[in-house]
């Protein structure tokens, strides 16, 4: 059930100015984001790293035009997918729209569960301010993806625990963060628990293991029957690199690999299933760490939400 407003922290009642909807791939949060903006004259603001970029949208799992007409959605299809956008550009961008929308009278809803995107957001140190080095950049970018996780476990073990093998992008980046500021990143105050900003109304859905499993395969045999092989075909046809950021994302590299002969098509459907239900174990370890308003497991209702958050934002 929906945890009672008494249940809150002293200090998190009656200043909240937005909300934030979080949580595993396939746990319902756009359908929940679109339900709470319809009721509450909300607008929503994405928070998903690839449906940042313009043609991913299937595998993606974006908005339709439908749900786009009903309520505003901002931060889709903003980037090419050869342009570099990182979490400390999204959350420049996102706090800026998140004040376009309360200057309308209107309810910011966030909603998203990309990781870098939600610290940035929540100011939990994933910051512009953080020390680049390109020589050290282009040093380990020369290095092998093994080669890149080996030495980050030697040096952050639990960093390169919370990410997958193959995310070379975030593999890259820790480890050149690690070698600048010479610690672990948590050591160095990059991985916190709880977020910073008190206006900030976080809501973690988490759905039973077997429900999240179930509509994980629903989801991707969805996206397949409504074309992301042509979706893929598409991209590739229009120049965009199989390497490209967004082509390395859960769905559409192994789209990719099938189409390169890597992988047979009735293998694809599996693939995709087993990588996002790792990717959503990741994803749900961290969220448990989270410290947060509301956590649902999606047997509340709608009416038992809108009470809690509204009484917060008394």
Request: hydrophobic share 40%; glycine share 8%.
């Amino acid at each position: 059930m929906v945890r009672s407003v008494t249940s809150l922290p002293a200090n998190a009642s009656g200043n909240k100015s937005y909300l934030v909807i979080a949580g595993p791939t396939g746990s319902g949060k756009s359908a929940l984001g679109l339900a709470l903006a319809q009721a509450m004259g909300g607008e929503i603001v994405n928070c998903d790293s690839v449906q940042v970029y313009r043609g991913f949208d299937i595998g993606a799992a974006k908005a339709t035009s439908v749900e786009q007409k009903a309520v505003p959605h901002h931060l889709l299809d903003i980037v090419e997918a050869d342009q570099s956008y990182d979490a400390a550009v999204y959350a420049a961008a996102a706090h800026r729209v998140k004040a376009e929308i309360m200057g309308r009278g209107k309810l910011p809803i966030v909603v998203g569960g990309t990781g870098l995107y939600l610290r940035a957001l929540l100011g939990q140190g994933w910051h512009s301010d953080l020390p680049q080095d390109q020589n050290l950049r282009e040093e380990l970018s020369a290095l092998p993806t093994p080669q890149v996780l080996e030495e980050l476990q030697r040096r952050d073990p639990k960093r390169a625990k919370e990410l997958h093998p193959n995310d070379r992008v975030r593999l890259l980046r820790s480890l050149e963060l690690v070698r600048l500021l010479g610690k672990p990143l948590d050591e160095a105050g990059l991985t916190g628990d709880k977020p910073r900003d008190p206006t900030a109304y976080l809501i973690v859905l988490e759905p039973p293991r077997a429900l999240l499993h179930k509509r994980i395969q629903s989801r991707t045999i969805a996206m397949l029957d409504s074309g992301l092989i042509a979706e893929v075909q598409r991209l590739l046809s229009e120049g965009v690199s199989p390497n490209a950021k967004p082509m390395q994302s859960i769905g559409y590299k192994q789209v990719c690999a099938y189409l390169h002969g890597q992988l047979q098509k009735e293998q694809v459907e599996g693939a995709i299933i087993a990588a996002t239900r790792q990717y959503a174990k990741r994803q749900c370890t961290w969220f448990r760490r989270l410290a947060t308003d509301l956590r649902l497991n999606g047997d509340e209702s709608l009416s038992e939400v809108i009470t809690s958050i509204r009484s917060a934002f008394a």
